[in-house]
């Protein structure tokens, strides 16, 4: 099985997307808040039917980089529920984590919902009845996106649809996520008008899909500390690609906006509102009552002052309460691709134009050999990917660990498993599946 394609439950995607209609003629209803399938079969709701992916991808990244931020270095435990003190600690293998279930259970329906989006509206199409081809276009983006993010943060899945409870995929065959999310991106791209702005996003987010893709190869199904550098031709390709899309000088990026009128960003609310959760003292000065942040003190190894990027993020990201915004990728991320693959193939001018690209953004001293490589390269993803769910990957391919981590419940190189809602609803599911 390669790429999954399954109809699935209507129930929260009719929730999600009740607000995208009101305006439309299409409900024939008393409350205009109480829709039934019926009226996701009418092609006028191609539009709302997108909203609703979006809506439940974003709600499914803050629940799920809440838990995984916190097992990185990226966030410590301030607060009082055992369940971030596990996680916290290094913890990623037990499926009663209360955290890691409800975000299993969001990212799944995120899931559901993508993979729905894009059979309604593909239906539409086919039937020759949708106006706007820009609906399916961002569905098929989301649904990438999505199951990127599951291949990216877990170590087995079960892809159901709502009549027959599916079986764990395994974490041997975690692979066919990405390869699922590499041809949305590539169904998107055939659709998708040339120079558009969801162009550059699906080119971008392929790529990153690409490097994944191998990057996975030093992960799953067996850790590999000896040579975790990522060499791709095509993940570097499809960078460059979008690169010549966005501009190589343009610190582009992509970003699921979060407002009052969207679902909050529940990684945001932890850390800037219910105070259970702060960024780590690896990166801050935290605050005299130990809630907040002080002052950046992760330096740039080569200029040695707080490194620029990570000061603005950090800025933005505590000052937006509980809407703060998702990184998708980034400009920042294509150059990283690019540098990472000619480290790996030893190529020192292909590396250095490519990091210098990037620190080039940040006004920041362009690399000359002042330090190693491999030490600008993973201070340089450390900074420029932060909390956007790359973190724990690179801690277990380059032999680092959280200065929380306890030793009796660290286990590198794993990530987050089936959960418990899943193996209590699912006959095919047991525990330590």
């Known amino acids: 099985m390669r790429y999954i394609r399954l109809k699935t439950s209507f129930f929260a995607l009719v929730l999600i997307t009740g607000f995208g209609l009101l305006s439309c003629d299409i409900l024939d209803v008393d409350n205009p808040n109480s829709l039934i399938e019926e009226d996701l079969n009418n092609p006028a709701a191609a539009p709302a039917i997108a909203n609703g992916a979006e809506a439940t991808l974003s709600r499914g990244l803050g629940n799920l980089l809440a838990p995984y931020s916190t097992v990185t270095d990226e966030l410590t435990w301030i607060g009082t529920r055992d369940a971030w003190l596990a996680l916290n600690q290094g913890e990623t293998y037990d499926p009663l984590n209360e955290f890691v279930d409800g975000a299993y259970a969001s990212i799944n329906e995120a899931r559901w919902t993508a993979d729905n989006a894009i059979l309604r509206i593909e239906a539409f199409r086919d039937a020759g009845s949708l106006q706007n081809i820009t609906p399916l276009v961002r569905s098929y983006l989301y649904g990438a996106i999505v199951y990127l993010t599951i291949a990216d943060s877990f170590d087995n899945f079960v892809i159901s ?7 764990p995929i ?13 041809e949305y991106t590539e169904s998107g791209l055939e659709l998708a008008s040339t120079g558009s702005d969801w162009e550059t996003r699906l080119l971008a987010v392929r790529a990153r899909a690409l490097y994944s893709r191998a990057l996975w190869n030093n992960l799953k199904p067996q850790l590999n500390t000896q040579n975790p550098l990522v060499e791709s031709a095509d993940a570097v390709s499809a960078a460059e690609e979008a690169l010549a899309a ?24 932890q850390v800037n509102e219910r105070l259970e959760l702060r960024i780590d003292d690896t990166y801050v000065q935290p605050t005299s009552d ?25 800025e933005e990201f505590t ?29 020192e001018v292909a590396f250095s134009e490519a990091i210098n690209n990037l620190r080039s953004l940040d006004g920041l001293t362009g690399y000359s050999g002042q330090i190693t490589e491999r030490e600008l390269l993973e201070h340089s993803r450390q900074v420029n990917l932060f909390l956007q769910g790359r973190r724990l990957a690179d801690l277990y391919r380059f ?15 794993i990530f987050f498993p089936i959960t418990n809602s899943e193996i209590t609803s699912n006959p095919n599911v047991n525990f330590g599946d």
């Open 161 to 167: 649809d709502r009549q027959d409870a599916g079986h």
């Open 170 to 182: 395994g974490r041997e065959n975690l692979l066919v996520l990405i390869d699922t999310a590499i």
């Open 246 to 269: 966005i501009g190589s000088a343009n610190d582009w990026r992509y970003q699921i906006e979060v407002t009052s009128e969207t679902p909050s960003n529940n990684l945001a609310f």
């Open 290 to 314: 130990n809630t907040r942040v002080e002052s950046v003190t992760l330096e740039d190894p080569i200029d040695q002052i707080p490194a620029p990027f990570l000061v603005r993020e950090i």
């Open 319 to 347: 000052g937006a309460s509980e809407y703060a915004d998702y990184t998708i990728v980034s400009a920042r991320e294509l150059h990283l691709i690019i540098a990472e693959d000619a480290g790996a193939r030893q190529d």
């Open 399 to 413: 032999e680092k660990t959280s200065p929380r981590w306890s030793s009796s419940r660290m286990n590198p190189g």
